[in-house]
């Protein structure tokens, strides 16, 4: 066993939104905490649309003036168009409260990102760029510390009582235990790219995250508006779809899938692509434990959903904030134990199961959110506030049973054969 040549109270690996979230918090408790970035620089990402209920963690964090203070577009609602280019009613998220939090950004990840790890590094958090970490290193069952490589090529090993993984999609800890669990139904792919110039809605609207299907109903786009006359442009499929018999690269791909989305493509008439067109798996999993003997996952690390409505950002904080409070007690009894570090795992996943069986509603090709209102009017409020994000601060328990139920009913072989 190497010698560990530097020791810490918590180390985080990984600086997006979770990693920054847990170790903000953490350090200001009073802990000696060190984060590891694997990018010297700021990086572009996707999950640049924002749920609303970010807000209270953003306001945890001591950083919404900063927010506030960008460019960043408001958002206001999110609007879905079906397979025939027809819209619907705009969700905005103020219609059912008029807090400040029923409003959010959209957001160049690279700057958000920053904002959080600037603020960490104000709290107190030791923040290392350009480090990854090669392996968390246990005795027996307990995490230890991880084995680091920098720049330089140069190799240590540093020590913690807690060892937070928040590699995202990597899932570093996950994968070395070989505890994570795919979904089998949503194995998607996602290509995508900026575009300046493309043309936008008018007033609160302009703002808006819209979410478009192509009109043979096997994907899925987003379109986001960022500052600068930036928008944020992606196609969602499953790998079937969108992989595999498909001849060409994805630029190729995008454009005949877009080609399928004429509501989508009236906007990119005069629109200019600005990046080279990108890509990255979007299979859905989870880790089927969120902690053990002195170590946690949060945010991507854990889990991951589908994209469709913008949850991953949100995920990423609110994860954190448990871990973080979790960890903080953890080590004020001087035990941190996989019962203490994970006794926010049923709260986490009741989050994010409800966000889940909402997936599975949109995929449904024989379900309809529209047919779903129009039988269940008083269940609007319940799917704007899941839209909100607000999955842990109300029950949604009967709206989950009614979409269950409507699933059902349209799945039926009478719906099937009408």
């Not at 499929?237 to 791909?253: A, C, F, Y």
């Not at 009741?350 to 949109?362: D, F, I």
Request: proline share 4%; glycine share 8%; net charge negative.
């Amino acid at each position: 066993m190497a010698a560990i040549e530097e020791q810490y109270d918590v180390i985080v690996v990984g600086g997006g939104p979770a990693g920054a979230t847990v170790a903000t918090l953490v350090a200001e408790a009073g802990h000696n905490v060190l984060l590891l970035e694997r990018s010297a620089e700021p990086q572009f990402k996707v999950g640049e649309s924002l749920m609303p209920a970010t807000y209270w963690s953003l306001k945890r964090l001591g950083v919404l003036e900063r927010v506030r203070a960008t460019a960043f577009p408001k958002k206001w609602s999110v609007q879905f168009f079906n397979h025939e280019g027809v819209g619907s009613r705009p969700f905005y998220f103020h219609e059912f409260s008029d807090e400040e939090s029923s409003q959010t950004w959209q957001v160049l990840r690279s700057e958000f990102d920053e904002i959080l790890l600037d603020n960490a590094v104000e709290k107190g958090v030791a923040v290392q760029r350009g480090v990854s970490v090669r392996r968390v290193l246990f005795d027996g069952e307990r995490a230890r510390g991880a084995r680091l490589r920098r720049q330089d090529g140069s190799q240590l090993e540093v020590g913690a009582r807690v060892v937070v993984d928040a590699t995202g999609q990597s899932a570093l800890l996950a994968r070395q235990l070989g505890i994570r669990d795919f979904e089998p139904n949503l194995r998607n792919v996602s290509y995508y790219t900026h575009y300046e110039g493309a043309r936008l809605d008018d007033g609160i609207d302009a703002g808006a995250t819209l979410i478009l299907r192509t009109a043979d109903r096997q994907a899925w786009f987003w379109f986001i508006p960022l500052p600068d006359e930036r928008a944020s442009v992606g196609v969602v499929g499953p790998v079937e779809s969108l992989v595999e018999g498909r001849v060409g690269n994805p630029q190729t791909v995008f454009a005949e899938e877009l080609a399928k989305c004429p509501r989508l493509e009236e906007r990119l008439v005069d629109a200019r692509q600005l990046t080279p067109m990108k890509a990255i798996r979007d299979f859905s999993y989870y880790a089927r434990q969120v902690a053990g003997e002195g170590w946690v996952l949060v945010g991507d690390a854990f889990g991951f959903i589908d994209p469709i409505y913008s949850s991953g950002v949100f995920l990423a904080l609110k994860s954190g904030e448990m871990a973080a409070d979790a960890i903080v007690e953890a080590l004020a009894a001087d035990a941190p134990t996989a019962a203490n570090l994970g006794s926010f795992e049923d709260e986490l996943r009741r989050g994010t199961e409800a966000l889940r069986q909402l997936v599975y509603a949109y995929y449904d090709h024989d379900f309809s959110f529209a047919r779903f209102l129009e039988r269940h009017p008083e269940y609007r409020r319940h799917l704007i506030e899941m839209l909100v994000g607000n999955v842990y601060r109300m029950s949604f328990d009967g709206f989950i049973e009614a979409l269950a139920g409507e699933r059902r009913r349209s799945s039926s072989p009478a719906r099937v054969s009408s």
